[in-house]
């Protein structure tokens, strides 16, 4: 049902009135922020366009046998693309879900029985990098066969901004002449990131980043019924995370799973021992951080950088202490804009952006971190 998506109103008013109406296009974009409820919109409007009852005409009942099924990826009329590694053959362009080694299938079941059981669960795949152009494929096979009690086929291609251009060429196809009762729904974080060609054949829908308070809520409500992937925080620690996580409910969780107070510690020590010229401690941080290749871990460190910085340009030109992030830091950031008000914050988030950038080009995370340093020693005055 509606009520199992956190916040959204106007996208979802948007989606039961176009229902309600029988005005649904073939084929959206659902675009916005990380972890606001893209996926978890997508997987509810397949429901309702197989929903055996409708509550009120314009919502899925999550009672019958299509949206049970649905709701656990195990409907026919439902499927669910997304981003994988290489599989077996040696034309990694090839690999599809049936070619992936045992290792890395049983890991896929594992993540995708997790996104069944939350729908904001951000699937953890190692070298996931790319949608394939063969799942677009699949996709074609399927998509044009014939449904029967003229039930709907609805595709979902989580993270689009990860097709290679060939799958979004092929996907274009599908666009072009799409067939009778299907629909395809692309979510994406970097809709700029997507051909012209592709957002332009698809009707886009933009997903708000989330109230802090109905994030905390969501928290403690699933803390509540022991959601495994979900840890019962203190919560202040839960307030802090979801102040900080940008509006994102799967960030927040992300940033609770990890230690949130630990990691963004690290970051403020990092930017100290860039400043004092302590290479030893610079190093250690830099170890901790990136130990075992964690990019996740080390793309959470240079978010809470990136915050801290925007904290700074607050300070500096909005002094309205509620616009920041990092609250409990107040005294802190004032500080630090004091004894270096002359920085260029304007270079130091280009050469963050930059950073994040190399880690998805698999640049080795150390010397990612240690030319970090040398650019903010630069700019840092």
Not at 97 to 116: C, H, P, R, T
Not at 306 to 325: C, E, G, L, Q, S
Not at 355 to 362: F, P, S, V
């Amino acid at each position: 049902m509606w009520n199992n998506i956190i916040g959204q109103d106007a996208a979802i008013d948007k989606l039961r009135s176009m229902f309600k109406s029988n005005k649904l296009s073939h084929a959206y974009i659902f675009y916005g922020n990380t972890g606001v409820g893209k996926d978890a919109a997508a997987i509810e409007l397949a429901k309702l366009v197989n929903c055996l009852n409708p509550v009120n005409g314009d919502e899925p009942c999550d009672k019958c046998e299509n949206c049970k099924k649905i709701s656990q990826f195990k409907s026919e009329y439902f499927h669910f693309v997304c981003a994988l590694p290489a599989g077996r053959s040696d034309q990694s362009d090839n690999d599809t879900v049936e070619n992936l080694s045992s290792s890395d299938f049983d890991l896929y079941l594992e993540q995708i029985e997790m996104k069944a059981l939350d729908p904001y669960y951000h699937l953890n795949l190692p070298a996931a990098n790319n949608i394939r152009i063969n799942s677009i494929r699949d996709i074609i096979s399927k998509i044009y066969l014939s449904t029967s009690r003229n039930y709907k086929k609805v595709f979902i291609i989580s993270e689009a901004e990860k097709m290679k251009q060939e799958a979004a060429n092929a996907l274009l196809k599908i666009l072009e002449e799409p067939p009778k009762n299907s629909l395809l729904i692309l979510t994406t974080s970097k809709i700029n990131s997507l051909p012209p060609t592709v957002v332009g054949r698809c009707q886009s829908i933009h997903f708000l980043p989330l109230n802090k308070n109905d994030i905390i809520n969501k928290i403690n409500d699933d803390c509540a019924k022991d959601r495994t992937n979900v840890p019962d925080a203190p919560k202040k620690e839960i307030e802090l995370a979801a102040r900080l996580s940008g509006g994102s409910y799967t960030r927040t969780v992300e940033f609770l799973n990890m230690g949130i107070k630990e990691i963004r510690e690290q970051a403020i020590s990092f930017l100290i021992s860039t400043l004092r010229n302590d290479f030893t401690e610079l190093v250690s941080i830099i170890r901790s951080i990136t130990g075992k290749n964690n990019k996740d871990k080390t793309k959470y460190f240079l978010f809470f950088l990136n915050a801290w910085f925007d904290d700074i340009i607050k300070v500096k030109y909005i002094n309205d202490a509620d616009k920041i992030a990092n609250i409990d830091l107040h005294e802190r950031l004032v500080k630090f804009d004091k004894n270096y008000s002359s920085s260029d914050i304007y270079n130091i988030i280009l050469s963050l952006e930059e950073a994040e950038k190399l880690i998805g080009q698999n640049v080795q995370l150390q010397l990612i971190l240690v030319n970090l340093s040398f650019k903010l020693k630069n700019y840092l005055h």
